[in-house]
């Protein structure tokens, strides 16, 4: 206190002239946020001056005053001295009065009145919202005037201002008459408090604003909860003005003249509210779950898009009962979901406290600026099932499934959606989202999900079904060797090449062809030369030459493990691919002197005898060379190397987990059943379709 004493700066507090008037509650300030020295300040009889200048100081003294004023308050102390006098002039400051140091020193002391309202004045079951609404209901623009300040440049000012509003609004949700609240919420919600609260959260004054911005989105949840926990109640008049309403702008005269034979009829119709999507006939009781709150956003939905409602109900009307949209189920469906998203059940506080302080990662996750416009996602929400109906051609029995991915699209969407990301961009995304990569997302949760429950089991599965699909495909290999394959023995340019270079080697032709196939019980591989490709294929007996298999010590290539496919699944569809490289090769080796040996001295002979090549092969293509390396690999019991081979294992290992998983019908994966033939009648040339993919062998 600069050697003042508490007596010392009590008295000045009411001196005649203006400049000791001012330092000395300019000091005060500084000091009163201390409780010991509070009490004593209080002792020495500084309340009733530190009232009369809050009453008809100006300028700076009154800044300081209120200041002052509100960090006594805080301590709760001094509301004997809290008069309707003092709440009417300060509300009157807030409204009329330009100086921001002072309009921040107004806000706060109305802050700490509505918060902790006082015990010792006449009505001792008033609440701070009771206490200021007379002087507030005579100061029209007092509300507008708050939220105008929200967007001021100064960011203490804005944060005084919110915080005020959270107050009145906590308190008036807390204590006041349920008819009163939602007049007041509804009231600050047209004088655009979210707009203004959005824009603040997205801004980067978000810092500075952090903990009145978290209680306001804090107290939207409060509010959230408040409405869901509220039953439809038929015998509450703005609860049965609703349901009726929903009954009709839904226009039922024209879809019951639309869909009966008799036009015109009057008779009412007994699927009343089933024709809107309820499960039955008694809408309130549908509403159990979600509450009043189901009932807002559906009535929400209806009333901004009455002409789109209407459509969508006479379109589905023309439906086979069991693939129409229930469009109030699914109402309630998105309205659950939104709520479990945003965990409103879940309050912020104490996780609030320590958000300021924490990583800045979590910090902005924190904020959640999508939830305060519940209304609009509601709305895309919804319009996104109706969309993924008509697209999966969903039917009733469906319901769940829609519904789930539905869920996955808000997470996706709505929840990785970061804090500065405008909320029109977001229904956009929502109502375009594209069902093909909405279906891959819930095939990784649902692996996620499956991992994390059965961990063990779930990679034992996946084991087997690799597995499976391995043999599945090595099967489908060494059909392609039974099937046999042409391969060109010699090269020449042809004439229009022009010079050799590197450029021409594409250019080359084959001037002779040899014919490669497998024998029926897999021991020899039969061969032939020829001058030119004959029609049919040659049979095994026209292929004078053969190599035992016995006798064969490895295959090698130079196919490139990573060579690209000619397209995602070319090993199955392309019987004739694009060209590869000429200078591609496969190279069987083997111990030919193995064939003069005994068995006994067999083995002998290999480990001295050095490799010697028993046929050179000349793939096409990409898909033929993995077929033929593969193939004669896994004929010998070894490991594929093909990048086609292993995406065809992971393909078909996969299908099998996602089927396994999902325990869905094929359609819903936007596939085919496969329907596998019976192997009876059939020789070692067919086909299959799997998929989409035809499967030869």
Sequence with gaps: MDSLSVSELVERLGSDEESVRKMAVFKLQNSIGDPSFADVFIQEGGLPKLRALALHATGNTLAYCLTSLSRLL?????????????????????????????????????????????????????????????????????????????????????ANSLQLINALMRDAIANDADFEWPRFIKQLQELGVIKSVYGLMQSTAVQDLAHPLLEFQSLTKVLLKKWREEHVDMEKSDHRRAVRGLHVASIPEK??????????SKKANPTKWRRLGFETESPAFEFGTTGFLGLMDLTDFVYKNEDGFQKLLLEQSAEPVGQRCPIARASLAVTSILYEH??????DDTEHRHTIEDSRNRFEKAFKPLLLHWSRLHTSGLNSFIRLWKTAGAQSEDFDKIEELVRILVEQIVGQAPRMKDVKDVEEELVEFDIQRLRELQMELLELTYEDAWGHHLRQV????????????????????????????TMNYGAEAGPVTSKTLSKTVPTAWRFVRLSHNRRHLHYADFEEKASPDPKLDALREKIDLSI???????????????????????????????????TIHG???????????????KSTQKETVLLQLHPQSHTLASEWLDGLLMLLNQQPITADTSKLVSLIGGYGL????????????????????????????????????????
């Design 462 to 489: 996946r084991d087997e079904l690799n597995h499976e699909a391995l043999q599945f495909v090595k099967e489908q290999r060494i059909r392609c060797l039974l099937q046999g394959a042409w391969f060109p023995q």
């Design 342 to 347: 945003f965990d409103v059940n879940k309050t």
């Design 552 to 586: 064969v010590s490895s295959v090698v290539s130079n196919v490139s493990a990573s060579a690209p496919s000619t397209s995602s699944s070319s090993t199955l569809t392309t019987r004739e691919p694009a060209h590869a490289s000429t200078s591609t090769k496969i």
């Design 255 to 264: 879809v019951e003249t639309d869909t009966k034979s008799n036009k015109g």
């Design 74 to 158: 805080e301590l709760d102390k001094g509301w004997d001295h809290v008069s309707d006098e003092l709440i009417k002039r300060i509300v009157e400051l807030v409204v009329a009065q330009p100086l921001v140091n002072v309009n921040r020193g107004a806000m706060s002391v109305l802050a700490a009145i509505v918060g902790n309202p006082s015990r010792r004045n006449s009505d001792p079951d008033a609440t701070g919202f009771q206490r200021l609404k007379p002087v507030v209901e005579s100061h029209p623009q007092f509300l507008p005037s708050l939220v105008e300040k929200m967007t001021s440049a100064d960011h203490a000012l804005c």
């Design 591 to 605: 111990h030919v002197a193995a064939r003069n040996h005994h068995r006994q001295s067999s083995d002998a002979s």
């Design 658 to 697: 996602k089927i396994r998983l999902l325990n869905v019908r094929f359609e819903d994966v936007g596939i085919e059943e496969p329907t596998l033939p019976s192997r009876e009648g059939l020789d070692d040339e067919y086909y299959y379709s799997m998929g989409g993919m035809e499967v030869g062998g």
